[in-house]
């Protein structure tokens, strides 16, 4: 017999204050009697000074003891360990949760459960198929319906838990088309969930027994960290306690590898505390909070946050002389700009920028960068065919233009004089009209996004109005959105967003462990981020200073939940072709002895 | 005031004092002495007590001597009935209240007292006799009486000191009767013998609550000594309850054995007695009334 969860049995330290109670000499009421002198040698062998008094033999407190021994028992579910038979195919499903990762069943959980899938594998009959899905936010199917005992035990291994939560409905449903007509199949759950997994509401076709790892498990975690850059830097971090108990330890943050604050926490039971620096000292970017505490998930006491850099935009303004937008641009503290005249763009149009703006003119090759075309001449520009003058009117914003480019507008007293007929390519959508005609377009080719003004910033009056300088702001954040991954922070195994400076070729990542990856145009999401840490990404050819991301592994919030029991299996008949060992909870027994010795106790202390 | 059924006071009707002792009486009475009475027959001189009848006054000595005497003959004389009525805190004790029934047998007693022509004195005592109501003579005075009874024992004294009965005078020679629970450390023995001593008839009432002969209770308790506020820590089983039983019988064949010795009639109720039906039998088989 096992026990399936033998920190049960600490609630026999309860024995203690139970015999205590018949040893400690307790307050006694009081009766007032006529005279003490009939009971004076009654109680000289009863009274003592001390306040304890010998243990005399009691069926009451065996009784009592017996019971407690019953209850723990009961609780710490006993097992027997029985064979049972496979018929035909089995599906091994191994959850693949955060929770999996508890080394309260050492190594882990979900080691444990790799080990018992190895050998309830390995004990299947050879012409039974075997089929492994991990059991993550969604299914997988590590190896499908083999007879190869080595395949069978690769595929288990390759297996790993996860982040977040699962999905047990996605992965019962796999395993429910695995079956092969006609072929008897049984599924086996190895997982620490206690709830999701009654096989009565899964209405599957084929009997599940469910094995269980894990017991009650003490968690104090960072769910959560965030840093944020302004005037000072400033961090968040959130730590939840998952266990039943409160859990007490120092949070460490470091800065850049330097420790920075230290901050003792207490956190009751299921509760949740956030701390916050609002002055983090200046300079930092890679910020790391650790916990001190050593519990049975080690994977949640470090986390990573990073502190975005301020953003600088190189801008190249092609003109003759433009007052308006020089200045709108020189507003910008996150421009860097640079002026040059018509003639003079040639001698500096391969030094890298991130945006160049031809205002009057239209280069002779479309740069391999973003670009802004105002009052282009007519003819042909880059995606555009400008025709003749067109009488202007009021600018309205276009239904469906991007947002970003078009709140703070404020058009309701821009007007314009003249403008351009554009017939633009299809790529180009109008976001402002000007008489019906459309005045300003943007759109993206390729990696490159490009924006067509359409009338002289002189013949309108909109450069007067607060709103030109923020459109000009917010237009260059559009052509130019200048940060090479999409975010500062994702989850463990999410996918990362990477938005390439123009121009670059590849984009090398670093991960945290040393090694780097490299991507190359078009520069899908970058997917190799099961390992928590910060990672760096450098594009190439480019800048030297590179973009941070941090890359966590919360866990998800209650996501684990001790199972009372083991369900058995369920429907199905079962032919002799194989068998394998899995724990029967007996647990049941001793309730019920539990209850029989309540009995007892009521019955002896009635008597007495 | 004590609450006597009819029936039984008219049981009570029917009984007299008992007089297998001569008694010197200062009234002319139903009963022969062998002493002094009022007949023409001179007997003695005695003091002038406050109640005697001043017919019998010896005016004579009174002008020689300036002192009141009796005149004592030989014949029918009035007897004395004394009640010493215990009203130590342990008399309040018990359920029922054993001072409430020491105050109904004192009522009876009382009644049959009157009924019997006797003089009746009362007289409470705790530590020592500090209640006394002077003797009373005649059925009229049943009132007076049963209220003294009732305001005797009603509030409770200090404890129990049996040397204080040694302290009594009666008025003169007849029944003393002690009404008390005899649960007390002090020496019985001495004041009862100093009672019966004297000549007098002197008969001893033990009331006790049913829990002190049967204690019905068990578990542990802190007991409390209502008399002194002493404590006792007791684990109450089937065993101690039997050693409580053989102290008792102990303690009551002692206090028996110290009646014997001195001539002391014994009887014991419980509080808790129908003396409708059991207070007459037992005065009857003990001789304090015929």
């Known amino acids: 017999m096992t026990l399936l969860r033998p920190a049960a049995l600490a609630v026999l330290v309860l024995a203690a204050p139970i015999v205590a109670l018949y040893v400690l000499r307790l307050r006694r009421p009081e009766r007032p009697i006529s005279s003490t002198l009939l009971w004076r040698g009654i109680v000289e062998d009863m009274r003592a000074n001390a306040p304890w008094q010998r243990l005399r033999p009691s069926l009451l407190l065996a009784v009592q003891l017996l019971t407690l021994a019953a209850l723990a028992l009961a609780l710490a579910e006993p097992a027997v360990s029985h064979s049972q038979e496979f018929a035909g195919d089995a599906v091994l499903i191994l959850d693949q949760s955060y929770s999996m990762q508890a080394t309260d069943a050492a190594p882990t959980r979900f080691a444990q459960a790799q080990a018992r899938a190895r050998s309830i594998a390995s004990q299947m009959a050879a012409t039974s198929a075997v089929s492994v899905i991990g059991m993550g936010k969604q299914p997988s199917l590590a190896i499908a319906q083999s007879t190869d005992a080595g395949a069978i035990g690769d595929a288990i291994d390759r297996l790993h838990p996860g982040a977040g939560s699962v999905n047990v409905s996605a992965a019962l449903s796999l395993a429910a088309s695995l079956a092969r007509p006609g072929q008897q199949t049984q599924a086996v759950v190895l997982t620490d969930r206690s709830s999701g997994l009654k096989p009565a509401s899964l209405h599957l076709p084929f009997p599940v027994t469910v094995i269980r790892f894990g017991s009650i498990r003490r968690d104090l975690g960072i769910v959560g960290f965030s840093a944020n850059a302004g005037t000072f830097a400033h961090a968040l971090v959130r730590v939840e306690n998952l266990g039943a108990r409160s859990a007490s330890s120092d949070l460490n943050l470091y800065g850049d590898g330097r420790l920075v604050d230290v901050r003792p926490i207490t956190v009751a039971a299921r509760s949740t505390v956030s701390l916050t620096w609002d002055r983090l000292p200046s300079g930092i970017r890679r910020l790391e909070a650790r916990l001190s505490l050593h519990d049975h998930m080690p994977e949640d006491k470090t986390a990573w946050a990073v502190i975005p850099e301020p953003v600088q935009r190189r801008v190249l303004l092609v003109t003759q002389s433009d007052y308006y937008l020089e200045t709108a641009l020189a507003l910008d503290p996150s421009i860097a700009l640079q002026v040059v005249t018509p003639a003079g763009y040639s001698a500096v149009s391969h030094s890298p920028v991130d945006v160049i703006m031809f205002d009057g003119v239209v280069p002779p090759l479309r740069p391999s960068t973003s670009i802004a075309l105002i009052d282009p001449p007519g003819g042909s520009a880059p995606g555009v065919r400008i025709g003749r003058e067109l009488p202007g009117g009021p600018l309205t914003t276009v239904s469906g233009a991007p947002r970003a480019l078009t709140r703070y507008a404020g058009l309701a007293e821009a007007h314009v004089a003249e403008t351009r007929e554009i017939r633009s390519a299809a790529w180009l959508r109008p976001i402002l009209r000007a008489g019906g005609a459309p005045a300003v377009l943007v759109g993206a080719h390729g990696p490159d996004r490009e924006a067509v003004i359409g009338f002289r910033l002189d013949d309108s009056d909109w450069p007067l109005r607060i709103s030109f300088p923020l459109f000009v702001h917010a237009l260059v954040q559009y052509l130019a959105p200048g940060i090479t991954l999409g975010t500062t922070s994702i989850a463990s195994g999410d996918a990362l967003p990477v938005f390439p400076s123009p121009g670059a070729g590849t984009l090398l990542i670093t991960r945290p462990d040393g090694t780097t990856d490299t991507l190359r145009a078009p520069f899908p999401p970058y997917t190799n981020t099961t390992v928590p840490g910060i990672y760096a990404a450098r594009p190439q050819p480019g800048g030297t200073s590179a973009v941070l991301v941090a890359v966590n592994s919360f866990p998800p919030a209650r996501s684990d939940s001790p199972a009372p029991s083991i369900s058995r299996p369920v429907g199905g008949t079962s032919a002799s072709s194989g068998r394998v060992t899995v724990p029967a909870d007996v647990s049941w027994i001793a309730g019920l002895l539990v209850l029989f010795l309540l009995g007892a106790e009521w019955w002896v202390g009635m008597r007495s | ?290």
């Open chain 2, 1 to 290: 005031m004590p609450d006597l059924e009819p029936d039984l006071l008219r049981k009570l009707e029917r009984v007299t004092l008992s007089g297998r002792w001569q008694v010197a009486g200062s009234a002319p009475g139903p009963r022969r002495s062998v002493h002094h009475g009022s007949s023409p027959e001179f007997a003695d001189f005695r003091n002038y007590v406050e109640g005697d009848d001043l017919r019998r006054v010896d005016w004579n000595a009174y002008a020689r001597l300036d002192q009141l005497f009796l005149r004592l003959h030989a014949g029918e004389e009035m007897g004395n009935l004394s009640l010493l009525l215990d009203r130590s805190r342990s008399m309040h004790a018990g359920r029922p209240l054993k001072s409430h029934t020491a105050a109904r047998i004192a009522a009876a007693l009382v009644y049959v007292g009157l009924r019997s022509h006797d003089r009746v004195t009362l007289a409470g005592w705790s530590g020592h006799i500090d209640r006394v109501v002077p003797p009373q003579a005649g059925i009229r005075s049943l009132r007076l009486l049963w209220d003294c009874i009732e305001q005797i024992l009603s509030r409770p004294g200090g404890p129990t000191d049996f040397a204080a009965l040694g302290a009594f005078r009666a008025p003169g020679p007849g029944t003393v009767i002690v009404v008390s629970d005899f649960l007390s450390e002090t020496d019985m023995r001495r004041g009862l013998q100093a009672l019966a001593a004297r000549g007098d008839r002197v008969a001893a009432i033990q009331v006790l609550a049913p829990d002190e002969l049967d204690p019905d209770f068990s578990g542990d308790w802190q007991l409390i000594d209502v008399e002194n506020d002493n404590t006792l820590d007791v684990t109450v089983a089937s065993r101690s309850i039997r050693r409580y039983r053989a102290n008792l019988t102990a303690h009551t064949e002692e206090l028996q054995s110290i009646c014997r010795r001195a001539g002391i009639s014994f009887l014991r109720f419980s509080s808790d007695a129908a003396l409708d039906l059991e207070l007459l039998p037992a005065l009857l088989t003990a001789g304090v009334v015929q």
